[in-house]
Structures are given as structure tokens and as C-alpha cells.
């Protein structure tokens, strides 16, 4: 079964561009709904989840000229790139500042390397989450759009959580 720009059109339930601004307002809010917004032969989607926070994947559809899937991409928002670098950076600040205010060279690069250990610990954590739930997340949509999956593995995996009950109503009325 091919799956045309028109089926996945119908996965997205709030339009938004693809912007920081806009991926950082959806992390603070909750709100569980797709997002997404179209382009002439792409189109983005994202959702978030109680797990993931703002780690959560943006999936790119590209379409040919004649409407067709043709590829698939993810990424990690615009907003989870942003705190990866800023979030160990404030987090652990007082660390950073015991390293310069009292130069001590051991001193120094004992709470340098700690920092650098705990800011890499922290995007290994982010990084998991988004690993995580990307697989899911997709089938979820692929689901979404009555796409029977081939393969063995994806077809015995259950619903993930991210499908609640207003998606599935929508689906059945359809």
C-alpha cells in the first residue's frame, strides 16, 4: 500500500511551523496533540509524550511529484538541541564557578572533568529518551494511517501510549 500526502495530512491536528519558538512553547505546554505543518513535498509532524518532555522526535515526509512517500526522516527538535547544550551548562554552574574563582590546577581539573562527565551523562540521558521513543512513535503513526507494518517485530508490538482515546474516535468515525 502507498501512502499518499493526503494520508498523512490527516494525521496532523493543530498546523504549527517548525520553529524554535514554536517547539519551545509546545514543551512548556500540555498539550499531547500532532503538530505539524505542510510544504509543497514535505511535510514535518511531531508529538510529544509524557515520556519523552522535549526530547521528542520531528518526522519529515517527502513526497514525489506525484503525491507519493518516497522518505522518511527524523530529528530531534529544534528546542531538546537548545537544552542539551544550555540545561548541564546552568545545572551545573556552581561547579564551573568553584573551577575558576579558586584556581587551583587539580582543583580546576577535577570539577572540569566532573562537569564535562555530568553535561555528557545528561545528553546521553536526552539522547536515550529520544532513541527510545522514536521507533514507537512512528509505527504509532504508521498505525495511524492503517499502514499493516511487514515486518514480524512491529507487528506483535502494542499501541504505545502516545494514541489516545479522541485520536482513535477520529479514526473510527472516518
Known amino acids: 500500500m502507498e501512502i499518499t500526502k493526503s494520508d498523512v495530512q490527516k494525521l496532523i491536528q493543530v498546523q504549527k511551523e517548525n520553529t524554535f519558538l514554536n517547539h519551545f512553547i509546545y514543551a512548556i505546554k500540555k498539550d499531547y496533540k500532532i503538530h505539524g505543518n505542510i510544504e509543497k513535498h514535505k511535510i514535518n509532524i511531531w508529538q510529544k509524550t509524557s515520556l519523552t518532555g522535549s526530547s521528542y522526535s520531528v518526522y519529515s515526509f517527502e513526497f514525489d511529484s506525484e503525491n507519493i512517500l518516497t522518505k522518511v526522516n527524523d530529528k530531534l527538535n529544534p528546542f531538546a538541541h537548545f537544552t ?36 555528557f551523562a545528561c545528553y546521553l540521558l536526552s539522547r536515550k529518551i529520544y532513541l527510545y521513543n522514536k521507533k514507537d512513535q512512528l509505527i504509532d503513526f504508521y498505525h495511524l494511517i492503517n499502514i499493516k507494518a511487514k515486518n514480524n517485530q512491529l507487528v506483535k508490538q502494542r499501541r504505545s501510549r502516545i494514541l489516545d482515546l479522541e485520536t482513535e474516535e477520529k479514526l473510527e468515525n472516518e
Not at 575558576?100 to 564535562?116: H, N
Open 84 to 119: 542539551q547544550l544550555l540545561f548541564p551548562l546552568f545545572f551545573f554552574f556552581p561547579l564551573l564557578s568553584t573551577a575558576f574563582t579558586d584556581f587551583l590546577i587539580k582543583k580546576f581539573l577535577v570539577c572540569i572533568s566532573i562537569f564535562l562527565i555530568l553535561t
